[in-house]
């Protein structure tokens, strides 16, 4: 039994280190790892990435661009505009201490404790959303640095997913 022990928390500390990947994929919650898009008009979407512990900032971003690639050819549009754009970190905020205090009295005896606690991510760091605004169009692409094709877009970070 004590040899089972060590090589259980060893198991376990590893298991917690180990972080979901971030996939192209719908996200199956409010936290979970993925895209979700609300519709705000015809032709103009607010789309959400969210990406796993640790993704890069590019993979969070062209994802949510390859997300409104895939809205705009599905409903017939050819291009897309970013009309805003938000990268924020969600989930773990970085190390949290606490200071817990507590005391009780037996009669004649009475006990007082003090505690401290420390909490560090053990999933690889924070993950991070992106969440863009963007309302699509047909025929010619408009210029602009804003102004996306949404085949091309599917072509090149579609390959990489």
Known sequence: MKRILPVLLVTLALSACASAPT?????????AVGFSEFRIEP????????????APPEQVTDYALLRAADLALADGYD??????????????????MSVGVGGMDFGRHS????????????????????TIEVFMGKGARPPGGDVYDARGVRETVGART
């Open 43 to 54: 032709g103009r979407y607010r789309i959400t990435f969210r990406g796993g512990p640790g």
């Open 79 to 96: 291009w897309f505009r970013v009309s805003d754009r938000i990268l924020r970190p969600v989930g773990f905020g970085g190390p949290r």
């Open 23 to 31: 996939l192209y994929q719908p996200a199956m919650g409010r936290e």
């Open 111 to 130: 006990s007082v404790g003090l505690g401290l606690g420390a909490g560090f991510p053990l999933d690889g760091g924070p993950a991070l959303a992106s």
